[in-house]
């Protein structure tokens, strides 16, 4: 199993950073010890798999991330949909490694921000609300609710794979 951090951070920044990771965790932890076609196949009746949910949640904190950052930010639904399965060329130890990348960025760019009250606006998309802008604060606790739902899922999956129990 990963090991998360002991270290007690008494700040709102490391605290919802420290968060963010624990959920992260839970997802990565689900398709420990998987092979590849364990990782991608479909194990319950959800269509969703371990290894997609990972490559999912990697590019919705990359995208998050952009967003934060004002940088270009493009997406559609049909893009949305197939960020839930690897292609060709992507294998489990990528999609990790990648967010790992994504993670150690969020990281910096959080801890670099003067405040979590600094604000960047939301693109136009019919998911988002027009005209609206968010915090950094509400971008950690979404990601936070995001991972979250998503390991749920993935803990659901991997018991009805092998029997893997989560917590116990």
Do not use: C
């Not at 076609?37 to 490559?55: N, T």
């Not at 949305?80 to 967010?99: C, D, Q, R, Y």
């Amino acid at each position: 199993m990963a090991q998360l951090s002991t270290e007690v951070l008494g700040d709102e920044r490391g605290t919802l950073l420290a968060f963010v990771e624990s959920q992260r965790a839970a997802l990565r932890e689900a398709a420990e010890g998987l092979t590849e076609e364990q990782a991608a196949g479909r194990h319950s009746a959800s269509e969703l798999s371990l290894s997609g949910l990972l490559k999912h949640a990697a590019q919705v904190e990359r995208n998050w991330l952009r967003l934060a950052q004002q940088q270009p930010y493009k997406s559609s639904y049909e893009t949305h949909l197939a960020g839930f399965k690897l292609i060709e060329g992507e294998t489990m130890p990528s999609v990790l490694a990648s967010w790992e990348e994504v993670a150690a960025d969020l990281r910096a760019f959080v801890e670099a921000v003067p405040t979590l009250d600094q604000t960047f606006p939301l693109p136009e998309a019919p998911w988002f609300p027009k005209d609206t802008k968010v915090s950094i604060r509400w971008m950690l606790l979404h990601l936070v609710e995001e991972f979250a739902r998503h390991a749920g899922h993935a803990d659901v999956i991997r018991e009805s794979l092998d029997g893997t129990k989560a917590m116990g």
